[in-house]
């Protein structure tokens, strides 16, 4: 290899990022004028996480939050005296999330993204939505009846989420040599489990749930009754560095939860079988008094 | 503006090792089911280009033709995913199962089958097409001085094809580089997953994307170097080796 | 496998919507990457030394990295870039289908140019000699004499890359897209019989590419014909 040319390519390499890599010049509301200018709010899904959100047969995005998300945008039309935005819907999943958010793919991420301190650093988020815990879903065959049972057994995790960090805790407080297996989605997560590729699948039991009941095994599934994660904040992603944008989702959110339509679609997604899942204490509190700060649980 | 200082800071997801380290052990990841991969496709696709070229049309023949077609006309992804997803379910469960459960590090291992496989028919391609561009006449009057069919091939064919075919194949070694990174998609860790991982956990996209680019094309620039050397090394005087192919 | 059957008949219509989708991005991306790589080809062969090492650079950076890597790095990276190449406020939203266009145009833009420049060398010297012999322009040198030669012996090689590319459009599955594999995989994971879809795409894949390819066969066999 020529010298030269290698280093010419080396160097074309490193100019292409170099022209984009300079701070974006300080906008007040870079978001709202994004969508202003191109009459478009771009809602980030994740496909196979129902009922939180998922393709219906017809081909529509729906589930729990992408209806709050979806509010949020008929209270934007208003607040921003453009009753003609349109919505787009892109698929996101937690490997890719952020970088997408980041960079204006996706206004609104409705999915269930965890609030948390060190990803406040580079994205916001609006009031939580719902508080969800992780579980292990394991085979009642498998003998697994404690996490202390996990000792050298293989466990599913969704990549780059919040539960990913957890397992990795876990292992290392109590020493049990963990073989985690990274899952692009929830619908892989769970197949593995149910293929027997893996001993457990780590996630949030609302979504376990869903696939559980659709398995034909569903009888020989189960969770792990003596351990649950640190309930998460789940809230909407939003690109940083516009708070007026923020605000508006949160005021949406607010007039969702006072007006009673944030229980209603709390009722129809989550009090359905086979979740019957009533409202828990953390989200009660949060409609009664709604709050973004992710050190509240 | 750039800022590389993460890659020597601690991995969030890690016991200790730093983000660099844990591009390290993302790369080589890659660098071993790389050689396993290509081990494979020379095991199988040096006999597999032979059998094509096997002067009587018979029962091997057309299976070699058959086993480059399929396994050339597939997508090298959905392979993966039939070796990784479809084959233990359609296996005897007992048979299954220890795919999915005994098999140690079940991800490596179907990555390496799943890419040998696919990599043996381009190998096989190369192979019968340095065959086929040899003077018949080599053959020929192997045979007439007494040489037997298998040892035509394995003394006298072979070790010329053998060399010839150096230029197209360093090109499918340095594919089967760069093809290792759709294990990530059954979560083999290698280079492209621990970037991905890296930028999620860092969000320096920027950076931990430009090093890992790096990295790749400082691998296949090796790869490439080391078989040219060979090449060069091996090399036999008149035996034009830019003229083998079509 | 009755209710197999049953699936796939409630499944026709999104799986062949796939089908549509990863063929179109494969037919576009072939001719928008053919038509970037014209370019990319005569800078290589161009005396202009800063232009041919700009073109090599180029082939040699795509052809060096995975694919994959590419389709992430387009897929995060290029509206941060397109936001400063055309100025803009903020980061132009470009979305993983045309992120997916994009890509493989200008992916396989470097493996068509390398095509393309290999196909107008191998037409002979002579060739150029006896057309500027007879005073023939530079551009109708290229137009009557060495491209209808230089496409003749590309052609075979330009599909056959073709049909790669469309076997590297299942890529995009990484995307979350609804492309063919990406619509396998999702009603495979909702019906609990992602064996079997995964099976039935890769006989389409097989049967589509193998046609392809046996329909290349012949057109060089035809083209190596006509060269007597």
Known sequence: MRPISALLVIGSALVAPALSASPVAAQSTPTIDKILERGQVTIGHRPSSPPFGYVNDKGEVVGYTVEICRYVVEQLKTALNRPDLRTAYVPADPSNRIPLVQNGTIDLECATTGNTVERQKIVAFSYSTIFPDARFAVRRSSGIASVKDLKGRSVAVLQGTVQQRQLTELDRELKLGIKPVLAKDTAENFLLLETGRVDAALNDPILLSTYIAKSRDAADLTFVPDWSGQPENDAIMMAKGDDRFRSLVNAAIKKMMDSGEFTKNYEKWLMAPPYNLPMNEALKKQMANPTDDPTTL | MFDFSFLTAPASLSFGESNLELILSGWK??????????????????????????????????????????????????????????????????????????????????????????????????????????????????????????????????????????????????NCFKATAIGLTIGYIELTQRTREISEQTFRTFEIFLVATLVYMLSIFTITMLLQAAERALRLPGLAPRTAGH | MASSWQVLLAALPQLAEGLVFSVTL???????????????????????????????????????????????????????????????????????????????????????????????????????????????????????????????????????????????????????????????????????????FYILIAVVFFAISFALSRAVRQLELRGAAAAY
């Open chain 2, 29 to 174: 990841a890659s660098v071993l089911a790389f050689l396993a991969a290509m081990a494979l496709a020379l095991l199988l696709g040096i006999p597999v280009g032979v059998f094509r070229t096997v002067p009587r049309p018979g029962l091997l023949r057309r299976a070699a033709g058959c086993f480059v077609e399929l396994f050339r006309n597939v997508p090298m992804l959905v392979q993966l995913f039939l070796w990784f997803f479809v084959l233990p379910e359609l296996l005897p469960r007992s048979a299954g199962n220890w795919l999915k459960r005994d098999l140690p590090d079940p991800e490596f291992w179907t990555l390496a089958a799943a890419l040998g496989f696919f990599m043996s028919a381009r190998v096989a391609e190369i192979v019968r097409a340095g065959l086929q561009s040899l003077p018949r006449g080599q053959r020929e009057a192997s045979l007439a001085i007494g040489f037997r069919e298998v040892h035509v091939y394995v003394l006298i064919l072979l070790p010329q094809v053998l060399r010839i075919v150096f230029p197209p194949l360093t090109t499918e070694f340095a």
């Open chain 3, 26 to 196: 494969a037919a576009v991306s072939a001719i928008a990457g053919m038509l970037v790589g014209i370019p990319i080809a005569l800078a290589r062969i161009s005396g202009a030394r800063a232009l041919s090492a700009v073109a090599w650079a180029y082939v040699t950076l795509f052809r060096c990295v995975p694919l994959l890597l590419v389709i992430f790095w387009f897929y995060l990276l290029m509206p941060l870039l397109a936001q400063r190449v055309i100025g803009a406020r903020f980061p132009v939203p470009i979305g993983p289908v045309y992120s997916a266009f994009f890509t493989f145009m200008i992916f396989e833009a470097a493996y068509y140019s390398e095509i393309i420049r290999a196909g107008i060398q191998s037409v002979a010297r002579g060739q150029y000699e006896a057309g500027r012999a007879l005073c023939l322009s530079s551009v109708d040198l290229y137009r009557y004499v060495v491209l209808p030669q230089a496409i003749r012996r590309m052609l075979p090689i330009l599909l056959t890359q073709t049909v790669i590319l469309f076997q590297d459009t299942s890529l995009v599955y990484v995307l979350t897209l609804p492309d063919f594999v990406g619509v396998a995989a999702r009603l495979g994971q909702r019906e609990g019989q992602l064996p079997f």
